[in-house]
Structures are given as structure tokens and as C-alpha cells.
């Protein structure tokens, strides 16, 4: 793992197995992965489905799955990620050492499943594939953005990107071939 800042305690990202899943409580952000999800050519996805717990209504840290991983211990990390936050929101962008480039900045869509009243604990399924030259970017099943594979540069190490305070249950991952059939697509 490698947490925002220099000067965060580690023991506050936590990830502890579950009967659920992989419960993820952060007190600072950051990234997580294993060495083993790399994906270095090919057609690929992955997808981790996140069940959000005890997030206030309109609370606005987010949480995601990121790609194209490289240098995650060095000076300047690189990786490209999809969030979402409990507003109902999603958006994209690039990571290159401490610099961030955004392709979507936070917008609202229908396919992110919001904390629309206290005690709500919405399940969100992310998912980043390569496909056919394509960066599909999906929330739910539906494709919110995509944008050329080359742009993209997605292989790398794939994980999970988790912003502060939050309290996750990731009840499933998986790195791999992408399913067949056409994902719906919607447009923002």
C-alpha cells in the first residue's frame, strides 16, 4: 500500500478479511494492491465491487479501482483510476508522481448508487477494461467514459484507490479476461 503524504500513520489504512469480504477503514488515502494483479498486454478487466458503510449523507471522499500501475513505491507514482463518492458521482483521472490530470472531474450519473439516507450501505461495482483499443470505464455494468487504450496506457499494476475516512467492504475482485457481450453504455 502507499498512503497520501509523508506524514500519515500506516495503521490507519486498515484491511482486515471478513465473512463479507476485504473490510478497507482508512483514516488517510491511498492505494492498495497486490504484485500479482499486473496486466502487461491484452484485452483485460477489473472489476471490484465495494459496499459502502456508515458514510453521512452528501459525504464526498471517494473510492475506486485503479490501472496502469508503475513506480507505486518510488518518487513518482503513475496509475490511471475510476472513483466514485456517496453524492452519486464518479470521475477519472491520472496519477504521475504527485501531479494529478483529470479526463472526468466529479459528475453526477444515474449508475452510481448514492448514501441517499442515514444508514444506507449502497453496493457500487467498478470496473476498468481494455478492450479491442478501447479504456472502458464502467460503474454498474454501465460504460460512463472510455477513451482509446493508447491514451489510457492501462497496463501495469491494478488496485483498488481508497480516499480518507471511509469505511469499504470489497465483497469481490477480480483482474482477467474481460466478460463477452457489449457493456450498456451511457453517456454522462
Do not use: C
Amino acid at each position: 500500500m502507499r498512503l497520501d503524504g509523508d506524514r500519515v500513520d500506516p495503521g490507519q489504512f486498515v484491511t482486515e478479511e471478513t465473512p463479507d469480504g476485504i473490510r478497507v477503514t482508512t483514516g488517510p488515502g491511498g492505494i492498495a494492491w497486490r504484485p500479482q494483479d499486473t496486466v502487461a498486454v491484452g484485452d483485460f478487466r477489473a472489476e471490484a465491487a465495494f459496499t459502502l458503510v456508515g458514510a453521512p449523507v452528501a459525504y464526498r471522499e471517494g473510492y475506486g479501482v485503479f490501472v496502469g500501475g508503475r513506480n507505486l513505491d518510488g518518487p513518482s507514482p503513475r496509475y490511471l483510476y475510476l472513483m466514485v463518492r456517496p453524492t452519486g458521482e464518479y470521475m477519472v483521472k491520472r496519477r504521475v508522481g504527485q501531479a494529478t490530470e483529470t479526463m472526468v472531474d466529479w459528475v453526477p450519473h444515474a449508475s452510481v448508487l448514492p448514501v441517499a439516507a442515514d444508514g444506507d450501505t449502497p453496493m457500487n461495482v467498478l470496473a476498468i477494461e481494455a478492450v479491442g483499443g478501447e479504456a472502458r470505464f464502467l460503474v454498474n455494468g454501465t460504460v460512463v467514459f472510455s477513451m482509446p487504450t493508447s491514451e489510457a496506457a492501462p497496463f501495469g499494476v491494478v488496485g483498488l484507490r481508497v480516499n480518507h475516512r471511509l469505511d469499504l467492504i470489497l465483497g469481490k475482485w477480480s483482474v482477467g479476461p474481460p466478460p463477452l457481450g457489449a457493456p450498456t453504455v451511457s453517456v454522462p
